[in-house]
């Protein structure tokens, strides 16, 4: 998963959620919130950083044909949450620029419609694909609520964007020693659930640099190109 790490070294790495203003980026160092960013592009996420692991909560790895089995897979395991997982179709689908278009091509290789929620995502995913495989940075895909299950043991039962939801959340991350502050300075503009959202990622990015992280599906899927399809956590 990781190269063996030196006793002692230090663990700096960072979790990104997809927001309306961009990405949003949160950086842990040995498992602690250091700090948090909002960044117009994704490639700039990590700048002046040295991060052993960047995670996002963003598809990634496209099939070729047929649906991506993490998305079901992760579906399966989270409870009341299961439709916070949007399943994404295949490249072809994907990069076909108009919703009709793609809806319709959507119906015809895949035998389902497209739904708006996940269509809005796409030109995010394009973005993040088009940089892994550019090879500028090495990502691991997560689901935010995937990791946030992970820490409670079972699945939630409350929306992120809840007023129950959120503090949930945010004692969660608690619990695992990520401590956001209130003051994020220009970031705080972000929405609540997108900082929550980066934070989990990036405990999530923890735990795969410390080779405590597992993979759904494990083997992983591949793309095309053999690149992994699988959602961390």
């Not at 809806?103 to 895949?110: G, L, P, S």
Request: net charge negative.
């Amino acid at each position: 998963m990781t190269a063996e790490r030196a006793e002692g070294a230090r663990v700096e790495v960072v979790g990104v959620d997809a927001c309306s203003k961009g990405w949003v980026a949160v950086r842990l160092v040995d498992g602690r919130f250091r700090d948090a960013r909002l960044c117009e592009h994704l490639e700039d996420v990590a700048a002046g950083f040295k991060p052993e692991i960047v995670t996002v909560d963003i598809p990634l790895g496209l099939t070729d044909q047929g649906w991506r089995d993490c998305d079901q897979l992760v579906r399966g395991k989270l409870g009341p949450l299961r439709n916070s997982v949007f399943r994404i179709p295949s490249r072809t689908v994907v990069e076909t620029p108009v919703y009709e278009d793609a809806n319709a091509k959507c119906r015809e290789v895949m035998e389902q419609g497209l739904s708006r929620q996940s269509f809005a995502l796409f030109p995010k995913i394009l973005e993040a694909d088009q940089l892994r495989r550019s090879g500028a940075i090495h990502f691991y895909e997560v689901h935010p609520e995937m990791s946030f299950r992970t820490m409670a043991g079972a699945p939630l039962s409350w929306g992120k964007r809840t007023w129950n939801g959120q503090s949930h959340r945010r004692a969660l991350l608690a619990e695992q020693g990520v401590e956001i502050p209130d003051d994020l300075g220009p970031t705080g503009q972000v929405a609540v659930d997108d900082i929550l959202d980066a934070a989990a990622a990036a405990w999530s990015a923890h735990r795969i640099a410390l080779g405590q992280a597992e993979s759904c599906p494990t083997p992983e899927q591949s793309d095309l190109s053999g690149g992994p399809i699988a959602i961390w956590y």
